[in-house]
Each structure stands twice: as structure tokens, then as C-alpha cells.
């Protein structure tokens, strides 16, 4: 199993907590971006810079990820392509996206776009909490303690 992480908008703070993981577990981390990333050197983690463009980085995930990988993200459309190849898509803020609710995801942003569209201020996400810095972390820790004993992620 491969983590990656969709770096360009990930939290320093979750990329931290990602690093700990990979050298506890000796797992390989990907962090895959549009610009120059500084990872700390590590036989487990790496960075892959893409060219700069639209859903770039995004592309290069849902090419390469394998089912049964992990990926960070909280883009919807490249959560419900990780889906679609049966690798597991978790938000930085401690959220899986699923068979079950990634329909519904992206039908809630196809609307908050048209929203957005016609003049209507929907504001930006809210600032990542300590709450959900550590309902991340509890996340990723279950999932890698199943994966870990054979237990597949639901």
C-alpha cells in the first residue's frame, strides 16, 4: 500500500503528521504537487512535481494510484476517482469518502459551483482546528492499524 497526498492545499500540519506515519510504518508517501515541496529525507517519503495546469497533479494521482492505496485529499472529483479504482480517499480533516457518499459530494459542490456562478458569496472552507487535526489523525491511524491486520476499510 502507497500513500498520496494531493500536496498543493494540504495542511502543513496534516503533511507532518503523514511524515510520522511513513517512517513509523515504513510506508511509502507520495506528496504530488505543481510546485518544488520540501519533504524531509526519508527512504519512504518523496515528492513528484507535476507541470503547473488544471487537475494536473489530480490526473497523475488517479494514474497511478493502485486499489487498496491510501489518498489525502479534499477534492471531491479526485476522491471519487480514487474511488472508482478501488484505492480509499481521506479529507485532511478526518472524513472518508466512500462508495456510499461520494455521489452526494459531488452533487452538494456541482451546486455550490453554480452557486458560486451566479454571483453568490459561498465563502471558503472553514480554518483546519485542533479538533480536526487530531480527527485526522485518529482516521488515518485506525485505517493503517486494519490495513496493517488484513482488515480491509469499508
Known sequence: MRIWVDA???????KEILYRAA???????????NKALYVPPSPYIKALQVPAGFDVADDRIVAEVQPGDLVITAD???AAGVIGKG???????G????KDNIAER?????????L????VDTGGPAPLKQGDRKAFA???DRFLARQGSGAEQR
Open 95 to 98: 472524513e472518508f469518502y466512500s
Open 87 to 93: 484505492a480509499h480517499a481521506l479529507d485532511p480533516r
Open 23 to 33: 517512517e513509523r510504518l515504513r510506508l511509502a508517501l507520495t506528496l504530488v504537487a
Open 76 to 78: 471531491i472529483p479526485l
Open 106 to 114: 459531488l452533487a452538494l459542490r456541482s451546486f455550490m459551483d453554480q
Open 8 to 14: 498543493d492545499a494540504c495542511p502543513k500540519v496534516i
Open 116 to 119: 458560486r456562478s451566479s454571483g
Open 138 to 140: 485518529d482516521q488515518l
